[in-house]
């Protein structure tokens, strides 16, 4: 009989979960499964399940937001290969950026149903210092408004209350002086904001990078933002940021499987949506493949590639050099 862990975060999004885990594990029964459940009661619980339970199960299925599913895969990332199991994830978040970049089902029973039967998808991890992430990794204005806002406001208001806390934010923008290296190139300026992301919807918005992204293929998507100067600036800089054909030297934009950013004071970081640390230095790179999640047969048969068509994993140049 297989064998599978399910983490529980009872308290991510509205709480819903806690009406459906019968009716999930029951799925996960009827389908099979030899069934563990951990409930987790705080932060970092998913990593530790993950990791001391990780290699002696078949598959883990995590329900929770995006947080929750980056410290499961912190967890099973500390496994060796051979020994890491398969990954189902039941989203339950308030934005989810991630699992609507997989196309899951929104709805709890049908997630639960694509976590235990669908189609296993490599997908690549980044590892930022000595920690991993999945899909986003950012410093500067409005990365820290999904940790920054409260949980009981999450789940009063849903995305609303991002939208408030970022609103509030604009009335204090400071930017960050970095040095960004990618590849050959070298950025060094005042930032606003900056973030490497492989996901097609980062805080809740959509088509950042039009629809070119792949989530295996060994890169992921760079993208910087200089501070504006000026009215002009700013207006230049979000209609840059919102579409991709637009080229602005305000916004930098690149693909990459390894760069380094360094400052002379601490910048604050984020990834997949809580606060990681303040550093002076930070290097991101991405493992190719790391992670096998389920996903719907469709979306996994969209998402395979071949490894003779893979882009070798070096910098990519998408918008003009400055």
């Known amino acids: 009989m297989k064998r599978l862990l399910v983490i529980v975060n009872p308290h991510a999004g509205k709480g ?4 459906k885990l019968a009716d999930v ?3 996960c029964v009827k389908a099979g499964y030899r069934v563990e459940v951990y409930i987790t009661q705080g932060a970092g619980d998913a990593t530790a399940a993950a990791k001391r339970r990780g290699a002696h199960v078949d598959r883990v299925i995590c329900t929770g937001g995006d947080g929750t599913l980056d410290e499961t895969v912190n967890g099973l990332m500390q496994l060796p290969p051979e020994k890491r199991p398969e990954l189902g994830y039941i989203s339950t978040g308030t ?21 235990i039967s ?10 930022v210092n000595d920690a991993w992430f999945c899909y986003l990794v ?6 820290e ?18 939208i408030m806390e970022a609103a509030k934010e604009l009335m204090d923008l400071k930017p960050c002086h970095v040095r960004a290296e990618i590849g050959e190139e070298i950025f060094d300026s005042d930032f606003l904001c900056g973030f490497v992301s492989n996901s097609n919807r980062v805080a809740g918005m959509s088509g950042i990078w039009g629809t070119n992204i792949e989530m295996d293929d060994g890169l992921f998507e760079v993208t910087l933002i200089r501070m504006p100067t000026d009215i002009v600036g700013w207006g230049e800089a979000v209609t840059a940021l919102l579409s991709p054909d637009v080229r602005s030297n305000l916004v930098i934009r690149r693909k990459a499987d390894c760069l380094h950013f360094f400052s002379e004071a601490p910048v604050d970081w984020v990834k997949d949506g809580e606060f990681a640390g303040s550093f002076t230095e930070v290097k991101v790179e991405v493992l190719r493949r790391s992670i096998r999640i389920m996903r719907k047969p469709e979306a996994a048969a969209a998402g395979k590639r071949s490894e003779s068509a893979a882009k070798p994993a070096e910098s990519a140049e998408i918008s003009e050099k400055i």
């Open 118 to 127: 669908g189609d296993l998808s490599p997908i690549d991890v980044g590892r």
């Open 145 to 162: 408004v999904s940790y920054a806002t409260s949980q009981a406001l999450k789940r009063q208001l849903g995305h609303t209350a991002y």
């Open 16 to 19: 819903q979960i806690k009406n």
């Open 25 to 27: 594990l029951d799925l």
């Open 95 to 115: 934005t989810n950026d991630f699992a609507h970049s997989l196309k899951l089902p929104a709805r709890i029973l049908d997630a639960a149903q694509v976590a």
């Open 138 to 143: 950012g410093f500067g204005a409005f990365t």
